[in-house]
Nanobody
Framework: QMTLVESGGGLVQAGGSLTLSCVASGRTFSSYAMGWFRQAPGKEREFVALISWNSDSRLYADSVKGRFTISRANAKNMVYLQMNSLEPGDTAVYYC???????????????????WGQGTQVTVSS
């Protein structure tokens, strides 16, 4: 069993930056790929970013590519999302998720992720 807890959300002006963190329980964190998803009111949850178990591969949604950076620190059971040049369209609840495995990264369906956090709110004002 693994638990994920996000933090770092808040209110920021358009063009600003914010860093989200997610801490995981357990001793097998390094055997999971870690991802970030987001959900705005009235919209479906969407993929944001994904990082492999050893940080050798990363995937990003086209909407955030070049603005967001995902990273992880396995020794601390942490994953991060650095968000720059924020836009009002980035306003959403952001979730971290874990998928067991060390295979090459793919854009997996949400049902293939094993654990989810409860989310942290990010609001970008115009």
């Amino acid at each position: 069993q693994m638990t994920l807890v996000e933090s770092g959300g808040g209110l920021v002006q358009a063009g600003g930056s914010l860093t989200l963190s997610c801490v995981a329980s357990g001793r097998t964190f390094s055997s999971y790929a870690m991802g970030w998803f987001r959900q705005a009111p009235g919209k479906e949850r969407e993929f944001v970013a994904l990082i492999s178990w050893n940080s050798d591969s990363r995937l990003y949604a086209d909407s955030v590519k070049g603005r967001f950076t995902i990273s992880r620190a396995n020794a601390k059971n942490m994953v991060y999302l650095q968000m720059n040049s924020l836009e009002p369209g980035d306003t959403a609840v952001y979730y971290c998720a874990a998928r067991r495995g060390t295979i090459r990264l793919q854009r997996w369906p949400e049902k293939e992720y094993d654990y989810w956090g409860q989310g942290t709110q990010v609001t970008v004002s115009s």
